[in-house]
C-alpha cells in the first residue's frame, strides 16, 4: 500500500508565510502604519514598527490613538481571517496560485469595535495578538491585546464583532 509522501516542512512553510504576505498586503493601510505580522504555528503577532508619522502627541511623545485602533483593528481582522484562511488552504480548497493572483477571500466587515486604552503607547515597536473567541458561519467575535516591551502591561485591548463573508465556492 502506497500512500503519498508528505510535502517537506519547508515547502509547507513557504506556502503558508506567502499566503500571510498575500493577505496582508490586500490592506494598503498596514504598509502605511508599518504593520507586519510574524507566524509561529498557527499563532500570528502582529508588529506595528515605530514611525515618526504614528505619534500624536510629540510632547510626550506618546502613539496616537487612532494608529493604536487601527493596529488592533487589523490584527484582529488578519487573525479572523487567517484562521479560515489556513484551514482553506490545507483542504485544498483554497491554492497558493490563486492568492498570488489576487484572487483573496473578502475580509470580514466590522459590526462593532471596542477599544480599551491602558497605558500611553511609547514611540517604540508595538506587538498584538488577537484571539477568536467564536466564529460561526455569519457571525465572529474577536479579542485583541497590544503591548510594547512587557506582554503583561498592556497598552490597549479590544473586542470586536464581524460579519463574515460567504464562504469560498467549491
Known sequence: MNRPRPEPVQVVKQRRDA?????????????FLGIHFERRGDELTGIMQFQETNIGNPILPAIHGGATAAFLEITSLIGLRWA????????GTLSLDELEKGNLPRLPKTIDFTVDYLRSGLPRDAYARARVNRSGRRYASVH?????????QLIAQATGHFLMPAPLAD
Open 84 to 91: 479560515t484562511l489556513w484551514e482553506d488552504m490545507e483542504s
Open 144 to 152: 485583541v491585546e497590544a503591548w510594547q516591551d512587557r506582554r503583561e
Open 19 to 31: 499566503a500571510l504576505n498575500a493577505l496582508v498586503a490586500s490592506i494598503p493601510y498596514c504598509d
